[in-house]
């Protein structure tokens, strides 16, 4: 049976993660906050960011910025878009 959440980004019940993303408190908030549906979009996001912005997860400050954005995207807040881009129209 799938798992429910309250989705923290779309502000509805969706199926959750099946797992924590992360190890520790971090992992399991997203695990009880974050639906499936979320995280997906979210990783499509970051590809965008990391390929787009060139950034480099081998440096700290980057990987730092890409916390930051995740904790934005998912909390439903203002984040970082890659430059230039446009959404394909429906």
Not at 13 to 32: F, N, S, V
Request: glycine share 6%.
């Amino acid at each position: 049976m799938t798992r429910t959440v309250m989705c923290r980004k779309h502000k509805q019940g969706l199926p959750g993660l099946d797992r924590p993303p992360y190890p520790g408190a971090k992992g399991e908030d997203i695990y009880q906050h974050v639906s499936k549906q979320a995280w997906e979009e979210w990783q499509k996001h970051q590809t965008m960011l990391i390929n787009e912005r060139r950034l480099n997860m081998m440096n700290a400050e980057d990987r730092k910025f890409l916390q930051a954005e995740m904790d934005k995207f998912l909390s439903g807040e203002d984040y970082a878009q890659a430059e230039g881009y446009v959404p394909p129209s429906a």
